[in-house]
């Protein structure tokens, strides 16, 4: 029931008491269609919000990169949802995201938020990174009713790992194409066995 609802049938259920015995009688005969319309009660009326203020909420709220140069974030936000705040020491020192970028948005706007985490900034700049390790950053942001609204987003940091090519022994380098094609020699034994009108050649890894 929307508030305007409420509110109307709040005046009705006020209107019935107010009424004489005479009027009474005259809206029995209305009463079963009024109030399964309206539906009075004697208690005081209340308004439900079907709209969550509390939305705030990073997509995905795990991130997995090989780079940690551009890390771009993105929440979704709830309409009664303003200004964002961030931390990465756990909550303990909090900055708004235009300090830690000048070109970014300290609030949500048309229901999302964004920010791009980089090494290059503080305080990633003075930070050594290991293969596989996460980080963690805190959000927060202030609904217009309530208190702060809490979200951690965690990173993990998993670069790429180089695959080694191995080539036969004797191979030559490659090259072409704009690109050089190099390569480990592992030794080998060159076997030829033949018979029965067919030969079989192959190689034997030592």
């Known amino acids: 029931m929307s508030q305007a609802e409420t509110l109307e ?12 015995r005479r009027d009474v009688r005259k809206f029995n005969i209305l009463a079963p269609f009024l109030l399964f319309l309206v539906g009075c009660s004697d208690t ?10 509390d939305g705030f909420d990073f997509v995905p709220p795990q991130v997995v990169t090989a780079s940690l140069n551009s890390v771009p974030l993105q929440a979704n ?3 009664f949802v303003g ?50 390790q996460t980080l963690s950053v805190k959000f927060r942001a ?24 191995e080539t036969l022994a004797g191979g030559s380098v490659q090259s072409g194409g704009g690109y050089v094609l ?13 018979g029965g009108g067919y030969s079989i050649r192959g190689r034997i890894t030592q």
Request: overall charge positive.
């Open 9 to 20: 049938a709040l005046l009705l259920c006020r209107y019935v008491e107010g009424m004489n």
């Open 44 to 53: 005081s009326p209340s308004v439900s919000i079907l709209r969550a203020i």
């Open 77 to 79: 936000c709830s309409l």
């Open 83 to 132: 200004n964002v705040e961030m931390s990465f020491d756990g909550g303990t020192t909090w900055i708004t995201p235009t300090s830690y970028d000048p070109t970014a948005k300290s609030a949500c706007e048309n229901g999302s938020f964004a920010i791009t985490l980089s090494r290059h900034k503080s305080p990633w700049n003075s930070m050594t990174f290991s293969p596989g």
């Open 142 to 165: 202030q609904p217009r009713v309530g208190d702060w609204i809490y979200r951690n987003v965690a990173i993990k940091f998993a670069p790429s790992t180089p695959l080694s090519q």
């Open 182 to 194: 190099r390569g480990r020699a592992r030794m080998q034994d060159q076997h030829v066995a033949s």
